[in-house]
Nanobody
Framework: VQLQASGGGLVQAGGSLRLSCAAS????????MGWFRQAPGKERDVVAR????????DYADSVKGRFTISRDNAKNMVYLQMNSLKPEDTAVYYC???????????????WGQGTLVTVSS
């Protein structure tokens, strides 16, 4: 599966952004999807993940209550709605696909190119 993330940009603290990830291929619904982020000098960490059918989600503690992951299997899309953004959310955000329910970046098989989110104070 090929992934393409979009929707990043510059936003003030407290603002919102919606990231989108478009997937190619007919097997999108067979993948667990995740959003990860990587700030300069830091490791790539999971932000949120969603199971194949969209009924189960999981979030990093730092974004719980502010971010929402969703997917539309009919459109081969996964989204990350980010509200109440903070400067510490600044990072490159990646969408990724995996055949297992995992929060480890190393276990994800397919990656989008990343989209930069910058939150100004």
């Amino acid at each position: 599966v090929q992934l393409q993330a979009s929707g990043g940009g510059l936003v003030q603290a407290g603002g919102s952004l919606r990231l989108s990830c478009a997937a190619s291929g007919r097997t999108f619904s067979s993948y667990v999807m995740g959003w990860f982020r990587q700030a300069p000098g830091k490791e790539r960490d999971v932000v949120a993940r969603i199971n194949r059918g969209g009924s189960n989600t999981d979030y990093a503690d730092s974004v719980k209550g502010r971010f929402t992951i969703s997917r539309d299997n009919a459109k081969n899309m996964v989204y990350l709605q980010m509200n109440s953004l903070k400067p510490e959310d600044t990072a490159v955000y990646y969408c990724a696909a995996n055949s297992r329910w995992s929060a480890r970046a190393s276990e994800y098989d397919y990656w989008g190119q990343g989209t930069l989110v910058t939150v100004s104070s």
